[in-house]
């Protein structure tokens, strides 16, 4: 079975500075997505970034990029230049095989202080 | 064009009770799957939902149950609450299952208190 751990319940950056969250997974399908997901405070859950497991190119949205080592399963995200609307809860899933299903860490709690 | 849209957004139920809860997709997603996020918990995976057929099920007692229309919306029904049932209920929506990869939209979810 697959599983997403999030080692680090919350995080706190100061406003313009970078920030990275952990994540690691294991899973013994070849063909998989890995995603950053966003949940501000009482909003819906919104995509950040996306990474496409045969890809060997890290993914990158804007401020928003991924150190994805397959190998070490690991699946960081960093946050650059750091916004106050950033603060949020930020989950980690994993998608792949047969299993049409999303499968989520725990989340990293995000705090953005000006 | 509407994002994912469930109702209702609050509840409160007493134990024993039942539930109904709706979700309505994205204009031209034919599916739809069901989380539980529980306070504190990343969401968990209940149902998925694809062209009326049941596509994927979690591990969620037989209390759980849905269904999906044919204008592809979508019931949750939660039987015999139990006080562990409170959670939010986040409905998702994507184009379809079959493709390599379907990103799934989520609705701002339903709030279920349970009593």
């Known amino acids: 079975a697959q599983t997403v751990t999030q080692s680090q319940p919350e995080m706190s950056v100061q406003e313009a500075e970078t920030v990275t969250l952990s994540c690691t997974y294991d899973?013994?399908?070849?063909?998989?997505?890995l995603f950053w997901y966003k949940q501000p405070p009482s909003r819906q859950m919104i995509l950040v970034i996306r990474?496409?497991?045969?890809?060997?190119q890290n993914a990158t949205e804007n401020r928003f990029s991924v150190n994805f080592q397959k190998a070490a399963k690991s699946f960081i995200l960093k946050i650059s230049d750091s916004q106050l609307g950033d603060t949020a809860m930020y989950f980690c899933a994993w998608y792949g095989g047969a299993t049409n299903k999303l499968i989520f860490g725990t989340g990293t709690l995000l705090a953005v202080q000006p | 064009d509407a994002g994912v849209t469930q109702s209702p957004t609050h509840l409160i139920k007493t134990r024993g009770q039942h539930v109904t809860l709706r979700c309505s997709p994205i204009s031209g997603h034919k599916s739809v799957s069901w989380y539980q996020q529980v306070l504190g918990q990343g969401p968990q995976f209940i149902f998925q939902y694809y062209e009326k057929e049941e596509r994927g099920r979690g591990n969620f007692p037989d209390r759980f149950s849905a269904r999906q229309f044919p204008n592809y919306s979508s019931e949750l029904n939660v039987n015999a609450l139990l006080l562990g049932d409170s959670a939010l209920y986040l409905c998702?929506?994507?184009?379809?299952?079959?493709?390599?990869?379907?990103?799934?939209?989520f609705g701002p979810g339903t709030r279920l208190t349970v009593l």
């Open positions: 998702a929506s994507s184009f379809d299952t079959y493709a390599r990869y379907n990103e799934q939209f």
């Open positions: 899973t013994s399908e070849n063909n998989y997505y």
């Open positions: 990474q496409e497991a045969y890809k060997q």
